[in-house]
């Protein structure tokens, strides 16, 4: 019998996970998915945002903001990268101008700090890659950069060292209510629980429905994206937005926290939830609309495109509210600042349950912070030379574009929620994340997981359940020859 | 009288070639003719590609004890095109043992076409430490 | 530590620069590889067709290294295994890791950059659809399936016609895979005539000219893909799209020289070439780091890369033994009419032993053409060649006599047309 059953294992997932594991709460976290981190949060534009452009006094506001405020100490806890590197809405008339001044006032209404709006020559001196175009900028300060899959991860993992539980690979496929709280069937798994909380992404109406009217509906917008190379990184230095107008939305061109640098999204739909795929057009539509920021980039030098889905609901603000059924928490059409908003989420949501656990008592064995990660390369070469004393597995290379060392992929997989695909060690150690795309090194993770794991390679998936990547061994009946 | 075009597959640069077969009143072939070669060899090739086309079969044979579980093997001479998939029948039910040096014969006279099949590597016995080598 | 040279990557062109240094006097040398074994992506190329050149009959991948190989101890050579170099300065000190060693610096007087290429991805050519699993670049499906012995599928459609992807059609084929289609942006091959009739006609494997992959579907593992046939400007033409069901997309759409550490040594990049600026001696804009192989220039045939590498080597022993002369003049190749790039870029001819091997690519395809050397305008040499394309390096080679003859200024490499074919 749990206390508390979470649905759906991303930032927002993880991040309540966490939050819960700091009280005696006994509390399963389950995704239908062989990793934590898997859906929306692996595809996004991984921005801690400022909070400007949320309507006053909606849930997005006030979550945005107060998730911010956490950002630093969070990651500062769980040893994820985190940069504030500050974010641009650029203006290129008069009007986008107009609006760089109403999303001033917006956000300061919000409780952002700091905004200023920047002339031409303010700008160009700070980003001299923008287009020339360019006549002025809202700059917001508190804005950063996140790897937003590795601070899923570190949530769950720090959460399962404090004693969360963690079901993966387990749909939920019904949810009756039961006398004492819920029965939720989640793939081979029969749950027991008071709670429920429901953070299921894209899928969120559909768990609903299990106990409740269907009060809301998810709409899958999809997102596409280009990932480029490392010697791209240093191309901007901010987060730069195009100011919204009648024409639409731009793309935001931004750095990544890893140092490659990230052109995106579009945006279509409603889609199915498991649509996701990027489109010929979609790649184009980035092209001409990140052109229009950074005319000078290079955009031969992709690596990489992906896609992503965000929850959207027709009112366009967060749900995160007891549904009618009592004790069961929708958490639900979390789509952009959800990232940012995750932590101020996850605290709310505790507030609501303390509401109502009135002899909650804390968990006094709680640890915050998760084992540091050791980063070889970032390491000073005195560094290197005393980790390979220590674990000679750290002088052994196996990502030659990131110079991942086998040390710290073995690490990943033994951590509580750990890499057991090869998509899994990329999202948390970045083996395979560089500019061969894994090409060199996949065999050789893939080596390792199965060596590590105990498990034969042919198991081995690239990311899903059923992504297998190996069809069988050459020469398939064998005769012993002397 | 007909004309067949081929390329020429003996080196890299893949002369286009064309062969007439020639034919007797009693409709029997007499001989060929090869034009487009620029060497001698592509005219045998011609010639062979038209009467008994021969092809080098590359593959992997399964190996025990080395570093790797596949060692490559090559045919010792090109073996007739249509054995191409017999041939791999013979090589896929073959595991041999490290060591293995370059150019030991692992199968002989294999399908009774007096050509063997000869590994086309080294391949030392794996040692219990298969640390960094210095040497 | 303290080398005279330090070679990085024991692969072919690694292998021929370090033998032809000891043979050329340097007695202190040391390889660094990065893989468990020496002899790079040879191993891997288990089918035949390289040493013609060299060694005047036809070996397989591994054979042609294994003659490196044998030679290299033979000279006792001394190489390091599973060992990653992660800098370079320019004054030479190499830092590097392995498990053995820990993290050591070595002090060379010279470097040669030999570290290969990479082949371009699935994202680089942005083709659209889902992330499943089962798109492979060639040359790790044929790691997988040559070296492993692992199959990475049953049913494969196979993007671009270069060498490794025709050579992977036929090994997929021979191993029991159904190779359904090969599909080819250009209206021409990227690989060589003779495998396409012994990998792909044998096997009657269509080859799709003027088509490119629009789409690549299946949630989990790839279930399909779209292909379509393309306009002059290669873009996919409305109503000319096919379904092909399959589980496997391989991807043989180009390679890419290998310079992170090149730049961190601050070597001068060609953006042509995507590898060092490097003279007639293969060394690069800075002295005493040499480079060659597919660092430099991606090579269809190993027996160039060996060739080049030979230079390279030679000429970095004579860089150590202070006999390699510096001009600060050096002659500057062009690469014009039809002809897309030359390496070397720079020719000081003091340096030049017996003769001076240009060595370059033409933009399309010719037939019927001249090639045409010039200095400073002036004709110096020209070439009947019948049949010119992209996928073939092309050499020419000046002779002790012409070379006497050339003046400082510029040295170019053009075509003569009388036809282009399309």
Redesign the interface.
């Given at each position: 019998m749990y206390d508390v059953t979470i649905i759906g294992a991303g930032v927002v997932g993880t991040a309540i996970a966490r939050e819960l594991a700091k009280y005696d709460l006994k509390t399963v976290l389950v995704d239908k998915e062989n990793d934590v981190s898997n859906g929306t949060t692996k595809a996004n534009s991984a921005i801690v945002h400022a909070g400007f452009d949320c309507k006053p006094n909606t849930e997005k506001a006030k979550m945005n903001v107060r998730g911010n405020e956490m950002y630093e100490q969070m990651c500062k806890d769980l040893d994820v990268p985190f940069k504030k590197i500050g974010s641009f809405v650029v203006a290129f008339d008069e009007d986008d101008l107009t609006t760089l001044d109403k999303l001033k006032k917006q956000g300061e209404i919000n409780g952002v700090p700091g905004l200023k709006i920047l002339s031409k020559e303010e700008v160009e001196k700070r980003e001299p890659n923008l287009s020339k175009d360019v006549i002025g900028a809202l700059y917001a300060p508190s804005a950063g950069i996140v790897g937003s899959y590795e601070l899923a991860i570190a949530l769950a993992e720090n959460a399962a060292d404090n004693g969360v539980n963690i079901l993966l690979n387990s749909p939920v496929t019904n949810i009756d209510k039961t006398a004492e709280g819920f029965q939720i069937t989640a793939g081979k798994e029969t749950l027991v629980s008071h709670f429920v909380i429901n953070c299921a992404g894209v899928y969120a109406d559909k768990i609903n429905n299990f106990v409740n009217k269907p009060t809301f509906e998810i709409l899958p917008f999809i997102g596409e994206y280009?990932?480029f190379d490392k010697s791209t990184g240093d191309f901007l230095n901010t987060i730069v937005f195009q100011a919204p107008s009648s024409k639409g939305k731009g793309v935001v061109s931004l750095p990544t926290v890893e140092g490659n640098f990230l052109i995106g999204p579009t945006s279509e739909g409603p889609k199915q939830p498991?649509d996701?795929?990027?489109?010929?057009n979609?790649?184009q539509e980035l092209r001409e609309k990140g052109a229009k920021v950074v005319p000078n980039f290079p955009f031969?030098k992709?690596?990489?495109?992906?896609a992503g889905l965000r929850a959207k609901v027709a009112h366009n603000d967060f749900i995160i509210e007891e549904s009618e059924t009592a004790n069961f928490i929708n958490v639900a059409a979390i789509d952009s600042p959800g990232l940012t908003a995750a932590p101020a989420i996850a605290e709310k949501v505790m507030e609501m349950l303390k509401d109502k656990l009135v002899d909650l008592q804390a968990n006094m064995t709680f640890v915050p912070t998760r084992r540091p990660v050791t980063r070889f390369?970032e390491s000073s070469?005195e560094m290197?030379?005393e980790l390979?004393?220590k674990d000679?597995?750290?002088?052994?290379?196996i990502c030659?574009?990131e110079?991942i060392?086998e040390a710290e992929i073995v690490d990943m997989i033994h951590r509580h929620a750990g890499a057991t695909t090869v998509d899994g060690v990329k999202r948390r150690i970045r083996a395979g994340a560089g500019?061969?795309?894994?090409?060199?090194c996949?065999?050789r993770v893939m080596e390792i997981l199965a060596r590590e794991r105990n498990v034969d390679?042919?198991s081995i998936?690239?990311?899903?359940?059923?992504?297998?990547?190996?069809?069988?061994?050459?020469?398939?009946?064998?005769?012993?020859?002397? | 009288m007909s004309v067949t075009e081929l390329i020429c597959i003996t080196c890299p640069i893949g002369c286009h070639l064309e062969v007439e077969k020639v034919i007797n009143d009693d409709n029997e072939t007499v001989s060929y003719i090869v034009r487009g070669n620029t060497c001698k060899r592509g005219e045998k090739y011609g010639i062979e590609e038209m009467t008994a086309p021969t092809r080098m079969v590359t593959s992997t044979v399964k190996v025990d004890g080395a570093h790797l579980s596949r060692i490559p093997v090559k045919t010792s001479k090109p073996i007739p095109k249509e054995s191409i998939f017999e041939c791999m029948k013979v090589i896929n039910d073959v595991k041999i043992h490290a060591p293995v040096t370059c150019g030991d014969v692992i199968i002989e006279n294999f399908l009774g076409l007096d050509i063997n099949i000869i590994a086309s590597r080294s391949m030392k016995k794996r040692t219990k430490v298969t640390e960094t080598v210095n040497v | 530590m303290n080398y005279d040279l330090v070679i990085i990557g024991g692969g072919p062109a690694g292998l021929a620069a370090a033998i032809e240094a000891r043979e050329n006097g340097v007695e202190s040398i040391l390889v660094l590889e990065r893989d468990r074994e020496l002899g790079g992506i040879l191993q891997q190329c288990i089918h035949n067709g390289f040493g013609l050149h060299r060694f005047k009959e036809e070996l397989t991948g591994p054979e042609y290294a294994e003659r490196f190989i044998m030679k290299l101890h033979e000279l006792s050579i001394a190489f390091k295994l599973d060992t990653m170099v992660l800098d370079i300065t320019e004054e030479k000190l190499v830092s590097a890791v392995n498990t053995v060693d820990g993290f050591f610096q070595i002090q060379a007087k010279a470097v040669v950059l030999a570290m290969g290429c990479l082949e371009r991805t699935r994202g680089a050519i942005n083709i659209p659809g889902t992330r499943a699993a089962g798109v492979y670049t060639a040359g790790t499906a044929q790691r997988f399936v040559n070296m492993e012995g692992y199959m990475v599928g049953k049913d494969v459609v196979i993007v671009g016609s270069g060498d490794i992807g025709l050579v992977m059609a036929r090994r997929m084929t021979l191993e029991g895979a159904n190779v359904h289609a090969v599909v080819e942006l250009m209206p021409y091959s990227g690989g060589l005539a003779r495998n396409i009739v012994q990998c792909l006609n044998d096997f009657d494997i269509p080859l799709l000219l003027s088509h490119t992959v629009t789409e690549v579907r299946g949630e989990s593992r790839v279930e399909e893909v779209v292909i379509a046939k393309v306009d002059e400007q290669n873009r996919p033409i409305e109503g000319t799209e096919q379904v092909i069901t399959c589980d496997t997309l391989l991807l043989s759409v180009g390679l890419i020289p290998e310079n992170e550490l090149s730049k961190k040594a601050s070597v001068e990049i060609n953006p042509l070439t995507g590898g060092p600026v490097v003279n007639e001696s293969m060394e690069t804009s800075v002295p005493g780091i040499f480079a060659c192989g597919n660092v430099v220039h991606v090579h269809d045939l190993v027996d160039w890369v060996t060739e080049e590498s030979c230079r390279a080597g030679k000429h970095a022993a004579l860089y150590i033994q202070d006999k390699l002369v510096k001009n600060d003049d050096p002659m500057v190749t062009k690469a014009e009419n039809g002809v897309r790039y030359i390496v070397p870029h720079h020719v000081q001819t003091d340096n030049l032993v017996d003769k001076l091997t240009l060595m370059f690519r033409v933009d399309s395809v010719y037939e019927n053409v001249r090639i045409v050397i010039k200095n400073n305008e002036e004709k110096i040499k020209s070439i009947k060649k019948r049949h010119l394309v992209p996928a073939e390096m092309e050499s020419v080679h000046l002779k002790t006599r012409d070379i006497e003859k050339l003046q400082a200024g510029t040295l170019s490499v053009s075509l003569e047309l009388e036809e282009v074919v399309q």
């Open positions: 280009n990932l498991n996701l795929k990027t489109s010929r979609g790649l031969h992709v690596i990489t495109s992906f390369m070469n290197k030379a390979i004393g000679h597995r750290y002088g052994r290379v030659r574009c110079n060392t500019r061969c795309q894994g090409g060199f996949a065999p390679v042919l998936v690239k990311d899903k359940q059923d992504s297998y990547i190996l069809t069988g061994e050459t020469k398939a009946t064998t005769v012993e020859f002397v | - | -």
